[in-house]
T-cell receptor, first 114, second 112 residues
């Protein structure tokens, strides 16, 4: 597609539930990133994929968060046992390569945990 | 103290004004500096991308980096109502292409 696509655009879930957030990067981009943006804050790094492997997951806040990219294209961010503090906009970005090419962001998934 | 500091605003200016947006940072390892524009309920959109110190101009936008002062700026000339958005500075070091560190963003309102 023309840009990074994220689905769903909005997700409301109850505390304790499991959610999956999907990211479809720009075709041909090998690097994929997940960031989280809380209200009034800048995006914060979560995890980065080069191809199928997670090259850096140091930003994941705890083991309830997990992400996969099994075929080196689409990625899914998975959150188990959601907490109200997980409410935020989850942004996905992709870049042509991981060596400094600019990041192109999707419009995010707005997650609300009630 | 945050690695990147940015005044959240809001900043309100009349149409046609010159806008100055700024960030300071503490990590001397940062070498690459970016400005993103974010409209409400949209993802950040890259405006400017610069390496090390100096100026870069693109249309009505000029980015300045002063590494000695750990200070970066974005100037918008002839501001338009369509420039109303949140402006985020972002930066990274060499060898850390995966991790951008963002400021909190400055909300700009350009009024008619």
């Amino acid at each position: 597609g023309a840009g990074v696509s994220q689905t769903p655009s909005n997700k409301v879930t109850e505390k304790g539930k499991y959610v999956e957030l999907r990211c479809d990067p720009i075709s041909g981009h090998t690097a994929l990133y997940w960031y989280r943006q809380s209200l009034g804050q800048g995006p914060e790094f979560l995890i980065y994929f080069q191809g199928t492997g997670a090259a850096d997951d140091s930003g994941l806040p705890n083991d309830r968060f997990f992400a996969v990219r099994p075929e080196g294209s689409v990625s899914t961010l998975k959150i188990q046992r959601t907490e109200r503090g997980d409410s935020a906009v989850y942004l996905c970005a992709s870049s042509l390569d991981p060596n400094g090419s600019p990041l192109h962001f999707g419009n995010g998934t707005r997650l609300t945990v009630t | 103290q945050k690695e990147v500091e940015q005044d959240p605003g809001p900043l309100s200016v009349p149409e046609g004004a010159i806008v100055s947006l700024n960030c300071t940072y503490s990590n001397s390892a940062f070498q690459y500096f970016m400005w993103y524009r974010q409209y409400s309920r949209k993802g950040p959109e890259l405006l400017m991308y610069t390496y090390s110190s100096g100026n870069k101009e693109d249309g009505r936008f000029t980015a300045q980096v002063d590494k000695s002062s750990k200070y970066i700026s974005l100037f918008i000339r002839d501001s338009q109502p369509s420039d109303s958005a949140t402006y985020l500075c972002a930066m990274r070091g060499t060898g850390t292409a995966s991790k951008l560190t963002f400021g909190t963003g400055t909300r700009l309102q350009v009024t008619l």
